[in-house]
């Protein structure tokens, strides 16, 4: 393996994460990162926003820690870019506010100045710059939205579909074979300390 | 397995660098105010009961004192009193005193929601009870909102604009009436975020009270 430099831009942890040092990420304990994941300076996570109101069964085990405490959960080889924010949405439920977890699917992209705060973001979505993602938003898999939209509250988006506008509507497919622009295997290598690999 | 957010790790959390003089400062006892909360400007700051600032929420006072009512929510990111748009920085404000001291920069009501990222110039800007500013949006130098208005995400406002009550702006600047009337319900579910609020953000005026 190459050796580190002692204090490089990113922390890279054993999973394969790369988050930037000037990231602001609040509650870390409630953020999973699945591994490989990139997560550029100035992007803020709020890990401390966490579900305050247990669906019922899990009420009853109240000894010891809560079992899923999680705010935040990001799948493998994300990519979050420069300022973008990703939080939980809130929402009365049962007469009581509380946050909904935000989870995060694989390979999902999140352009610069982006704000998240949807409930679900399924594998291989491509999210733009300057986009609002908007609170209990569902995003299926394959969904490519385009710089500057804003996504309604609680809107579902049906897999493979182009969401553009303000606020955003589905205004095509993505085409057949267009699936491999997804992939963020060749865009995760491209960040971190040493980019191009030292012969050992 | 995947944790990558072990407990030995400390939290990644950049010392917030706040430049300029502290500004004084009148905070009900019972607000909340993240640690990270950065307050600047030479004029006062003024936060009603009960409030909610988030981490990383800006308030500057250098374009006019600032006073937000009760139960507000200011968001993370949101800049409360920014220089105009045109302007980059407002001049020193030393030489902004003499000329603004007297004028409000910005006026928050009771139950006002300012979103992630949302700016609010300074310069005698008044947003009316029970509105939310949306995430990203921007609200003009001098504008009156009124009460119970819906700026959606990334809206602006022009400055001097006046947005009349229970006015919805979407799309970029279309407008409508909201007649749902669902006003007090909305600000049932403002009291009911703060309360979770409350518990959630270490809460630390002292920081900023001296």
Redesign the interface.
């Known amino acids: 393996m190459s050796r580190r430099p002692p204090r490089g831009e990113y922390i890279e942890t054993d999973t394969g994460n790369k988050v930037a040092r000037k990231a602001t990420l609040v509650g870390t304990q409630n953020i999973m990162l699945g591994g490989k994941t990139v997560i550029q300076p100035e992007v803020m996570i709020r890990g401390d926003l966490v579900r305050s109101v247990q669906s019922s069964s899990s009420a009853s085990s109240s000894t010891g820690a809560p079992a899923n405490n999680t705010a935040v959960s990001i799948g493998r080889y994300c990519f979050l870019s420069r300022g973008c924010c990703l939080r939980p949405s809130g929402r009365l439920y049962k007469g009581a506010f509380t946050y909904m977890p935000l989870r995060m699917g694989d390979h999902v992209f999140v352009g610069a100045g982006s704000v998240v705060q949807a409930a679900s973001i399924g594998n291989h979505v491509h999210i733009g710059a300057k986009v609002v993602v908007g609170e209990l938003a569902i995003i299926k898999d394959y969904v490519r939205v385009l710089d500057g939209s804003v996504i309604a509250p609680n809107m579902v988006i049906p897999s493979f579909s182009i969401v553009a506008g303000q606020p955003a509507r589905v205004i095509g497919e993505v085409p057949e074979g267009g699936h491999e622009d997804f992939e963020l295997r060749e865009m995760y290598k491209t960040v971190g300390n040493n980019v191009n690999p030292a012969p050992s | 397995m995947?944790?990558?957010?072990s407990?030995k790790?400390h939290?990644?959390?950049?010392p917030v660098q706040a430049g300029g003089p502290k500004p004084p400062v009148q905070f009900s006892s019972s607000i909340t105010i993240a640690d990270s909360a950065i307050l600047t400007g030479p004029h006062l700051i003024a936060i009603g009961s009960e409030s909610v600032i988030h981490?990383?929420a800006r308030l500057e006072s250098q374009g006019g004192r600032l006073a937000i009512g009760r139960r507000c929510i200011v968001h993370?990111?949101s800049t409360l009193g920014c220089a105009p748009a045109n302007r980059p920085a407002l001049p020193s404000p030393v030489g902004l005193q003499t000329t603004d001291a007297s004028l409000p920069g910005v006026t928050l009501g009771d139950y006002v929601t300012v979103e992630?990222?949302a700016m609010v110039e300074a310069g005698n800007t008044i947003i009316g009870e029970g509105t939310t500013v949306?995430?990203?949006a921007r609200v003009g130098k001098g504008a009156v909102v009124g009460r119970h208005c819906t700026l959606?995400?990334?809206t602006v406002i022009a400055p001097g604009d006046v947005v009349p009550e229970f006015t919805v702006v979407?799309?970029?600047g279309q407008r409508r009436t909201d007649r749902r009337g669902a006003a007090g319900l909305r600000n049932k579910?403002q009291a009911?975020?703060i309360?979770?609020l409350r518990?959630?953000?270490p809460s630390n005026p002292g920081k900023f009270s001296q």
Do not use: C, F, K, W
Request: hydrophobic share 35%.
């Open positions: 995947a944790a990558a957010s407990n790790r939290s990644i959390l950049p981490p990383r993370e990111r992630v990222g949306g995430v990203g959606t995400p990334l979407y799309s970029n579910g009911r975020q309360d979770v518990r959630m953000i």
